[in-house]
């Protein structure tokens, strides 16, 4: 379903971040208030941003980007063939051999997919992370109080090509920056789709063994066919997945590219802690209360996480997620 105009927020203009520029400074945002009944950070919300003309978010700065992070293992890609219901694999290696310039010359090849992870270890993305979180942590904090961990990830496709059906640990702001992409995001809570099990396994061991989509669910996501401009927000632990078509592409302007915006707070580490808790009682033979479910049995159930995952560091060398200390 069309969820949004295309309309720009207004007639900006930016800097590129660089001494000397020029150009008038206009503040890179996030606006909250497109759902009904005002933003939820525990719902899918729909959002608007100004980032579609930023010049961090064009493609010759971003095939700089990757450049810069193809050492270190933060460019990702997904091999041919893959489905939305496939596993989410990605691997640091490009899969027909080629190197990442050559990958950004034929990006508008169909079916291209590449991935850019934490891009706030540069520090010009590091600072556009941080501005756009500001611009969203009073509405955001007062029901999620303590952002931590910020970061940023780039989503660059040509039609037709799709993200498999996953889970993330951090609430998600997913921003469309370029071209069209259909994001299908499901209730963190629909326990038909992905069992509780699943998900505590994904949160204690980053495992998605669990997650899979079943075909016969797919009716249970909802769709937003996004352009720049648009974007949706999704709390942690909302399976979702994206797809491109080509109805939209044309020759120079067949690249979609995406910005999700990460982060964690005191709620998500609160559940994640309520998770490793719940582990251990469904080992037990409890079936337990997903977080969120009941405030009283999280405030109990957190501290006893947190000293199973003390435990588990001190007796059996476990690392801790990000997010779940």
């Known amino acids: 379903m069309k ?30 208030g497109g759902s009904a009944g005002g933003f939820d950070s525990h719902r899918v919300n729909l959002i608007r941003h100004n980032l579609h003309q930023h010049p961090l978010l064009q493609l010759p700065r971003i095939a700089q980007l990757a450049h810069e992070l193809m050492p270190t293992k933060q460019c ?4 041919p063939g893959v489905t939305q219901t496939s596993e989410f694999f990605h691997t640091p290696k490009v899969p027909d051999g080629r190197s990442i310039g050559e990958v950004f010359e034929r990006i508008e090849q169909p079916g291209a997919w590449v991935a850019l992870y934490n891009i706030q270890t540069e520090p010009e993305y590091r600072r556009l992370i941080d501005e756009l979180i500001d611009s969203v942590r009073p509405v955001v904090e007062r029901e999620q109080p303590g952002i931590f961990n910020p970061a940023g990830y780039f989503f660059i496709s040509a039609p037709p090509s799709v993200t498999p059906f996953h889970l993330d ?26 069992p509780a099990s699943a998900v505590e396994e994904f949160i204690i061991h980053r495992s998605l063994d669990g997650v899979r989509l079943d075909p016969a669910l797919r009716h249970h996501g909802r769709d937003f066919d996004v352009g720049p401009g648009d ?18 592409a044309r020759p120079g302007d067949g690249v979609s590219v995406s910005l ?10 609160q559940h994640a802690r309520v998770h ?18 009941s405030r009283w049995r999280d405030a109990v159930k957190a501290p006893l996480g947190r000293l199973i995952t003390a435990a588990l560091v001190k007796f059996r060398n476990y690392v801790v997620p990000p997010g779940g200390a």
């Not at 640990?169 to 992905?194: I, P």
Request: charged share 25%; proline share 6%.
């Open 76 to 79: 990702r890609f997904v091999r």
């Open 231 to 248: 974007g949706v927000y999704f709390p942690s632990t909302s399976p979702h997945m994206t797809s491109t078509t080509a109805e939209w």
């Open 169 to 194: 640990s951090e609430n998600n702001f997913w921003l469309q920056a370029r071209g069209r992409k259909r994001m299908t995001v499901f209730d963190r809570c629909d326990r038909e789709l992905v």
């Open 276 to 293: 490793q808790c719940n582990r251990v009682l469904r080992r037990l033979g409890v079936e337990p209360r997903f977080p969120g479910q």
């Open 3 to 32: 969820v949004v105009q295309d309309a720009v927020l207004a007639d900006e203009v930016f800097t590129s971040g660089r001494p000397g520029s020029p150009a008038a400074v206009v503040h890179a945002r996030i606006e909250l």
């Open 260 to 269: 999700a915006i990460t982060f964690y707070t005191a709620v998500t580490r």
